[in-house]
């Protein structure tokens, strides 16, 4: 009897625990999303207020519809082509280095990985200078392609060390079994292995998707022409250095934001979640 009670009581408190960091989590969300329909008089009020007293939709007109400053849809366009593009690249590449990683054995491997952790070590601004002169160089300042490709080399470190794990949590027996079954090495590694890491993959886009398209400060340095803003540039352009910022827009222009990184994972984690436990074998 002590016992259960002592078990309803720490899930009780564990429960607790779990509703305090849920709220903690999502009261950021809330915020913004409740700032966005504020008027901005009533913003920047000192009275701390958990529901809007007025409810209005005026800042998301003033984000999709001023004709005073850069239009959303352009800037929109430019981060789903900058970051899709680049969950491309850092999928394949990453998803071939970490099976030649995993499966293969050959010199310079251990060098290799060691190589891998360490370039995770380099915060990009100690090599802004360096890639700046790089890219104007190849002549590719203020266009979508330096930034594809700086941010592919970003996300490829973390991505190919995430897909190893995966690729090395797949017994290779699978595959010998396939091939004593007629299929070839190849034809055994996509039909049998290449399923298994659907769920890898997944979580590495991801990573790769929300990188891409929250960062800031390459698409700030690297391009300066206004029609090929990024969300993130884009939204700086609220910012009044002489004047007074516009809270309320800029949260609406987060909510904007936000909203293609939900939608693209809400379609993703079903399948990520089906791919965890289809990948089940029994030994």
């Known amino acids: 009897m002590i016992g259960s009670r002592s078990y309803r009581g720490m899930t009780v408190l564990w429960c607790a625990v779990a509703v305090v960091i849920f709220v903690c989590s999502v009261f950021p969300v809330y915020w913004m999303v409740k700032t966005s329909l504020q008027p901005n008089s009533e913003v920047r009020t000192p009275e701390l207020q958990l529901w809007p007293e007025t409810l209005t939709l005026r800042n998301y007109e003033t984000v999709l519809l001023d004709p005073g400053r850069t239009p959303f849809l352009p800037a929109l366009g430019t981060s789903l082509v900058v970051t899709l593009s680049t969950v491309l690249i850092a999928a394949v590449l990453a998803f071939l280095a970490a099976v030649a990683i995993s499966r293969f054995r050959f010199r310079s491997r251990t060098g290799f990985i060691v190589a891998i952790l360490v370039i995770q070590m380099l915060p990009l601004e100690a090599m802004m200078v360096s890639l700046y ?136 984690q079903g399948r990520m979640a089906s791919g965890l436990v289809s990948g089940a074998v029994k030994g």
Do not use: K
């Open 133 to 268: 002169r790089v890219l104007d160089g190849w002549q590719l300042l203020n266009t979508i392609l330096a930034l594809v490709l700086v941010y592919a080399a970003t996300v490829l470190p973390f991505t190919i060390w995430t897909l190893r794990g995966f690729v090395d949590g797949v017994p290779i027996e699978l595959e010998e079994a396939a091939m004593i079954d007629g299929c070839s090495r190849l034809g055994a590694f996509f039909r049998v292995t290449f399923p298994l890491l659907a769920p890898g993959l997944i979580a590495t886009g991801v990573f790769a998707f929300i990188q891409a398209w929250n960062e800031f400060l390459v698409a700030l340095v690297v391009n300066t022409r206004p029609d090929l803003m990024t969300l993130p540039v884009w939204l700086r352009t609220f910012l009044a250095l002489n004047g007074t910022t516009n809270w309320a827009a800029i949260m609406a222009g987060s909510t904007l934001m936000a909203v293609p990184v939900v939608v693209f994972f809400l379609l993703v």
